[in-house]
């Protein structure tokens, strides 16, 4: 008996209806973002060992994979100190850092306000679970070059269009600003030498809960007497802290996001001060969609003005929006094409030059055309032919093509 044939653990084979409505839904993306002014760009899956570990991508750059270098045998692999000596390539684990290179590489053929879709797999060496896989497809919308807030109501704007468009209903955005963060680092006595291991640490909020996020600070020599409670109240917040600003509150970086939600009545924006997305080129204004089905983000982004000048020896402001799309595809329906797709049944003996005159003759209205060998189960072929998406059929004889009719 043979041994199953499986495709590495947490990738997957698409068959033909899941990959239809997947690149369904990302025609719809595609759509909405040119809409909106952004243009496509694609760049390499591979990038420098060194720029996808410059310290950017938090935890990310743990689970990235890495590319040997030419010749590099198993002796070597176990003589190495480190990667860095065996390899000096790695797949991309988002597509934010081969953004910033790219713009980098690219600056004096695009315009002073640049706004890129990027749409394409990435690759991390996550532990395989539902909705978590180790190749998976990002869509991002960034804007590079413009420092003021408009970037961002683009930004939450086209993304919130491009749910609306999919159809998913139910969906917010949550936003914080890493200012706000930092003041309330400040307030719980949090060394400014600790605070990124800290926020890393509150980003798990939603997986290890505040007893694991107040044992873990613990453990990090964070004061965290009251800290439970405070953690209470930060769940609290909503936008009527204007009125009466806590000690925490970076009034000016909440200001600015108030006018972002003033700005867009038609979004669902939440204000969650406990927001932090984990990497660590974020500078400003961070972003996740939330979902009531999900337990996950669907997506995020933020600000990251310190990014492209690391490349470039210069700032140049970039913000960015990703739509996590492996997990929004999971809660769309399945999607009914209007157009056109017909089957033709034939018998084995039909000649070849019969067929291709009636698929062409089939082909005459547009949509997709299939030669199909008839089965023996006419009423079984039909219904399986419906359910991949097939609307009318007919029945090629050696006399040509007959009548089509709707598949029920």
């Known amino acids: ?18 990959k ?15 809409g909106h002014g952004f243009d496509e760009i694609e760049a390499p899956a591979l990038e420098d060992y060194d720029r996808l570990h410059a310290g950017l991508g938090g935890d990310n750059e743990k689970l990235s994979f890495s590319v040997l270098k030419r010749g590099i045998g198993p002796e070597q692999w176990q003589a190495a100190d480190d990667v860095p000596a ?58 590079v070059g413009e420092p003021g807030p408009i970037a961002e109501l683009e930004l939450i704007g086209a993304t919130a269009a491009a749910l609306d468009a999919l ?12 200012r706000i963060l930092t003041r309330l680092l400040s307030t719980w006595g949090v060394a400014a030498d600790a605070g990124s291991a800290a926020l890393i640490t509150i980003d798990k909020l939603d997986k290890i809960g505040v007893d694991g996020v107040v044992a873990e600070l613990a453990q990090q020599g964070v004061p965290v007497d009251g800290l439970a409670e405070a ?75 310190g990014m492209i000048g690391r490349f470039l020896g210069r700032e140049v402001p970039a913000v960015g929006f990703s739509i996590g799309f492996e997990r929004i595809v999971d809660l769309l329906p399945d999607r009914v094409s209007g157009a056109t797709a017909t089957a033709l049944l034939h018998d084995g003996d039909v000649p070849a030059g019969v067929l291709l005159a009636a698929k062409r003759q089939a082909q005459e209205d547009g949509g997709r055309v299939r030669l199909e060998r008839a ?34």
């Open 1 to 18: 008996m043979a041994s199953p044939v499986n495709p590495p653990r947490g990738m997957r084979d698409l068959l033909p209806a899941e």
């Open 231 to 305: 953690f209470g109240g930060l769940a609290a917040a909503d936008w009527g802290l204007a009125v009466d600003p806590p000690a925490w509150l970076d009034v000016e970086a909440y200001t600015d996001l108030l006018a972002l939600k003033d700005a867009l009545p038609e979004v669902e924006l939440v204000f969650d001060p406990t927001l932090v997305r984990g990497m660590g080129y974020y500078t400003g204004t961070i972003f996740e969609i939330a979902h009531p089905s999900s337990t996950s983000s669907l997506g995020g982004g933020g600000r990251y003005d």
């Open 20 to 34: 239809a409505k997947r690149e369904d839904a990302l025609s719809v993306i595609r759509t909405v973002y040119r």
């Open 375 to 408: 089965r023996k189960n006419r009423r079984a072929q039909l219904d399986a032919l419906a359910a991949d998406g097939f609307t009318r059929f007919g029945v090629v004889t050696a006399e040509g093509l007959g009548d089509l009719r709707p598949l029920a």
């Open 86 to 143: 065996i390899a000096d390539l790695g797949l991309r684990y988002d597509l934010t850092v081969p953004l910033a290179r790219f713009y980098a590489t690219n600056q004096a053929a695009l315009p002073p306000v640049f706004r890129a879709v990027q749409i394409g797999p990435v690759w991390r060496a996550e532990r395989p679970q539902k909705g978590r896989y180790r190749q998976f497809v990002q869509c991002d919308i960034d804007i």
């Open 167 to 178: 159809g998913l209903e139910g969906a917010s955005i949550r936003i914080n600003d890493r």
